[in-house]
């Protein structure tokens, strides 16, 4: 027997979905303005993941040009059908929804096939049939009149997998379990012995989020509700309770009769959110034809025992250096929106990866030089080792905590006559405030640190082997969800910038460490 914690993946990883082919196990993820966009995980056990790809890799396939943190990609739905591989998607800051399509998951993934104004809304999904048709299934704004907000409707429609279009016409199915349900999204579609089931969240992806389910025994309906609603929730649990805001779930078999949601959920610290969203794991059974999670329990576990052979997981602190060194950049970095090639250049032989000083900056809705990590632990340190080529006096490089353009943390290093200021500086709301500024020596590389401890960060440099303070006991709620909103968590990475000029300057990072610290 195995067991695993949960979240099974920490940090920024929202909206899970999930299905299996073979003995295989695939996730994906929201990923909004960062670039690329949707990772692919894969696991055999639901204990062990590893990253494999990302679908959207190239600018073609995702156009972010000045979207906002929390907008771009929405919920993706990952299935896979006689051979192929289908991603469907919403990006909310160009065309909407569309599908992408490969033979391996690992790539390479399909330009985009748009689906056009009809389909409207957010969170698609693709259910196959037996007889192979394949459904649309959405949610929108309600058809007949938006009443109130988060007034919205779920519908199906068949999708022609040869002109990857829809048929005519849409069917409303649900609208939602509570009277005047706010949000009800995110649907999947399934069957089972006879009925066809549909999964949604319902109430936002606040604290009261949920997981609602229905069913039919005809795909267009009528659908009844499950009596039981909502089958998944922390709401009845109250804010303080340590994980939250619980929906958002997509269901998997194992093909040996053992049942599975995924499903996001928040674990805030003293009532602030830095994570994001994560992906946690439940066990579902089925009783007189409903699901039922995690049963005699009712809420989600600290540690699920799954049913398989294999290693455990692995309690030893994450701990990972990244020295440049390889033909291209690590699947898990990201950047912020488009024209990657433009911000950074990999240069695998000298051990580097060179951030250009370009116009833009983090506090635009622009192509910042960003190259960042998710934050996946509340206890954290990142630090790295660089050396600036600066050309004009706006030129800046260093290392940054991102939760939005208007809400992020800098420490950046800027030219001056002898050696370089390093200036601390806290963007809340837009506005900055410098927290510390201080003369570092002219000596090269330069070395930063950010540590992360709950809700307090400090900046540290090094000097003569020895990591000294900048400036300790940060407050960073204002990069929380509560404070920030949104849908992301924070990052933490590399930035270089011109602040409004491109002068031809850049600085060469190599070497980057993202390590976990034990929590008292």
Known sequence: MLSVKNPIMTGFFPDPSICRVGNKFYTVHSTFAYFPGVPVFESEDLVHWNLISNVLDRDSQV??????????????????????????????????????????????????????????????????????????????????????????????????????????????????????????????????????????????????????????????????????????????????????????????????????MVVLACRPNQGYTLLGRETFLAKVTWEDGWPVVNAGVGHLEEVVTLPYEGQPSDDVPQCKTYTFDTPSLPLELLTLRNHRDHELELHAEEHIVRLFHRCDSLKDCGEPAYLALRQQHWNCEFETSFTPHFCKESDCAGIAMVQSNENHLRAECYPQDSGVKLVVSLCKDGKDSCLAQMDLSAALPIKLKLRVEGLVASVLYQSNSEWKPVISDI??????????????????????????????????????????????
Request: include cysteine; proline fraction near 6%.
């Open 63 to 260: 156009p972010l040009s000045g979207c906002q943190h929390s907008q771009g990609i929405f919920a993706p739905t990952i299935r896979y059908h006689k051979g192929t591989w289908y991603m469907i998607t919403t990006n909310v800051s160009d065309q909407g929804n569309f599908i992408v399509t490969a033979k391996d998951p690992r790539g390479p993934w399909s330009e985009p096939y748009y689906l056009g104004e009809s389909t409207g809304g957010i969170d698609p999904s693709l259910f196959f049939d037996d007889d192979g048709t394949c459904y649309y299934i959405g949610q929108r704004p309600r058809s007949a009149g938006y009443r109130y907000n988060g007034d919205c409707e779920i519908w199906i429609q068949t999708l022609d997998l040869d002109t990857m279009k829809l048929k005519p016409d849409a069917t409303i199915v649900l609208t939602g379990f509570q009277r005047k349900a706010i949000w009800p999204e995110g649907p999947h579609l399934y069957k089972k012995d006879g009925y066809y089931y549909i999964l949604h969240a319902e109430s936002g992806t606040s604290i009261h989020h949920s997981v609602m389910i229905a069913r039919s025994k005809n795909v267009f309906g009528p659908y009844e509700y499950c009596p039981c609603n909502p089958i998944l929730t922390h709401r009845h649990l109250g804010a303080q309770y340590p994980v939250t805001c619980v929906g958002h779930a997509d269901l998997v078999d194992d093909g040996n009769g053992n049942w599975y």
């Open 475 to 520: 407050d960073l709620r204002s990069l929380s969800t509560e404070h920030a909103g949104g849908f992301v968590g924070c990052t933490l990475g590399l930035y270089a910038s011109g602040n409004g000029e491109d002068a031809g300057g850049y600085s060469d990072f190599e070497r980057m460490t993202y390590r976990e610290l034990p929590t008292n």
